[in-house]
């Protein structure tokens, strides 16, 4: 076990070596504290990032072969993992790494990899290749103002052993690798790696979580369901067509255990998390409302901002089509514009220029693309936004409606800004969907009531009643503190011991994403005669970002959630569990502690004519 103890802030990062077989690793690295503001980490349940190490030895025709290390992890493990490393592979050894993800932060590891390992050779698909080419030579720019330091020289880069689509290689002790090209938008250049003896599938980013774990394996399929669901929804779902293509390519292996290269193994139950991510995409192929997408992205900063897009779209149910400009198809690209119902495009600034796919793809948008649809502009910057002026003043000439002001972010975006993003993906998609359902009922021949309004079914369930709340959530601290609030009318006791309540969270509401296991909330009851207020501060439409305690005053649980004095009485309730129900989560939270504020007044009460809506 390794601690990286140069770094103060990366000291609670280690190392782990755990055995899997007669010379096979795992070298896993471990992070207790969230590593980035990315959407992905938002749970806040740290990391992990799982390499496997094969040993050097022979093959079974007698071939001496080196030892093979499949999945680095990035730069933010490097200290604790290069030494590791260098405890099980001599310096001499012709070590050959399998890349199966490429990224500035990974090549930054890979180059240190190549400066201890000289006679190192890298594993790569086409566009992985075609990647660690363009990026191995490059250094992130300094932020203005600061003095650049004096950096290490960028060794040469190794050979690289390109797989073309699918490749099998034979390692020592009987050991052999199928090498499977899995690209997508967000991963162009992946590399899943099967190896055949085992049925250990090293699948990546896919089916991956985000926690911090020293078991090899989870203990059973519930105990990390939310945490695999809340991955696939931050990256998975916007390019769901991709993802069904690897899950087809996957059915087909002898898999025995699932080896992700973030969170456990899954030993036990992978065939129900291939159902799981069939299921889960089900709804976003189902959709009849698309929005398509657009992004290249140099070191991941406008590739987060279009993953908290996307994830705000997708939370309306609507489909979201990414595509990565740099390695899609012409023809692809302008289907994709054509066929979709909103068009967003992102872009960082290099050199005080778009890269050459953006703008070829902006040509494309601007000749093909229907001017009554919305568009949108986003992606980050260094010293100056050039790229994004470029792509906003070419579709505001060119007649196009704007679904929102451009997101411009200078250098990485934070915790808070990513929220920001993800509501106005979620503003976005519901806008859609009024459109749509507007035009549906002027399509109608009937003029009246729908038949879901009228059905005496729903309007029976509309007198389901419940007590009008606010739920109040804060989260976390500085610049990753999050704030949250809705109307709540959907709220129920549900258990004596331990006292718990349940509530039901609209799938596309903002709150939602701070409402996972773990998190604290309040749960404020209105009294009646007096709901009038909160229910006005908390039903008015908020801009993405907005705060919605802004002016008021406030007091605090002792859990440090927000009370509103007004209110009947509250509870400081904790997430214990949640439920997937339609379009909206059911939240089942234990109490930890309350107060009635009020004993002479009653509970407000929400009464409905039908069920069919609040």
Known sequence: MVFDTANPAAASRRVIELAIEPGLFCLRGLSPNRLRFEVEYGLERGTSANSFLFSAGTTTAGQPVPPVLVHPPGESFAAPFLEQLAGLVPAEAALKVVVGHVNPNRVSLLRRLAAQWPHLMLVASNAGAKLLTELWDQRRPSPPGTTATSEEAIPPLPGIDVVKQEAS?????????????????????????FEQKTGL?????????HLCTEAFAEANRSSTEEDRRYFYDCLMAPMVRQVEAVLNRVDELPIRTIAPGHGPAIAESWRSLLVDYRRWGSTQERSKLSVALLFASAYGNTAAIADALAQ??????????????????AEKLLEAIRQCDAVLIGSPTLGGHAPTP??????????????????????????????????ESKLRDGGFRFAFEPIKVKFSPDAATLKACEETGTALGRSLLNDQRKAQRRASSGGGLSESRSNPAVLALGRVVGSLCVLTTVKGEGAARLSGAMVASWVSQASFSPPGITVAVARDRAVEALLHVGDGFALNVLAEGRETGPMKQFLQPFAPGADRFAGLELEASPAGQPVLPQALAWLDCRVKQRMECGDHWLIYAEASSGALLDASSTTAVHQRRSGANY
């Open 169 to 193: 290689r034979a390692l020592a002790d009987g050991y052999a690798i199928t090498l499977i090209s899995t690209p997508t938008p967000r991963w162009p250049g992946g590399l899943i790696a």
């Open 201 to 209: 599938l090293m699948s990546g980013k896919f089916f991956a979580a």
């Open 312 to 329: 705000g779209v997708a939370r309306t149910g609507v489909r979201v089509e990414s595509i990565n400009c740099e390695f899609t198809p």
């Open 358 to 391: 953006i703008v070829s793809a902006l040509g494309t948008l601007l000749a093909e693309g229907d001017r009554s649809k919305p568009v949108g502009v986003f992606g980050s910057f260094g010293w100056s936004g050039e790229a994004l002026d470029l792509l």
